[in-house]
């Protein structure tokens, strides 16, 4: 059974950093491309970042691009999201995901999801 668990949420003021992690169990975990995204109240869920199974492509949102960092060690089959310069809107529950066939920026090609981390920033 594939599980996904994500660590490091937390509140942190504008300006700030946080640095998520998400542990993969159950899966060949350097098969899959690995997704960040993330759902604010009140709105659908949204791509942040994603990475390929080697780590040797990545993809942003444009609204993140400069500020957040997508890394994974397949070593430690886990994934992490470097979250620099955080502002008010990036506040938000943080999902981590796992992608068999690529590193999409579509939740629809995701084949299994972790629970959530909470990040909340204030101003």
């Known amino acids: 059974q594939v599980q996904l668990a994500e660590f490091g949420g937390g509140l942190v003021q504008a300006g700030g950093s946080l640095r998520l992690s998400c542990a993969a169990s159950?899966?060949?975990?350097?098969?899959?491309?690995m997704g960040w995204f993330r759902q604010a109240p009140g709105k659908e869920r949204r791509f942040v970042a994603a990475?390929?199974?080697?780590?040797?492509?990545?993809n942003y949102a444009d609204s993140v691009k400069g500020r957040f960092t997508i890394s994974r060690d397949n070593a430690k089959n886990t994934v992490y999201l470097q979250m620099n310069s955080l502002k008010a809107e990036d506040t938000a529950i943080y999902y981590c995901?796992?992608?068999?066939?690529?590193?999409?920026?579509?939740?629809?090609?995701?084949?299994?999801w972790g629970q959530g981390t909470q990040v909340t920033v204030s101003s």
């Open positions: 990475i390929s199974w080697a780590g040797g492509r990545t």
């Open positions: 159950g899966l060949r975990f350097s098969n899959y491309g």
């Open positions: 995901a796992a992608d068999q066939f690529g590193y999409s920026d579509s939740a629809e090609r995701y084949d299994a």
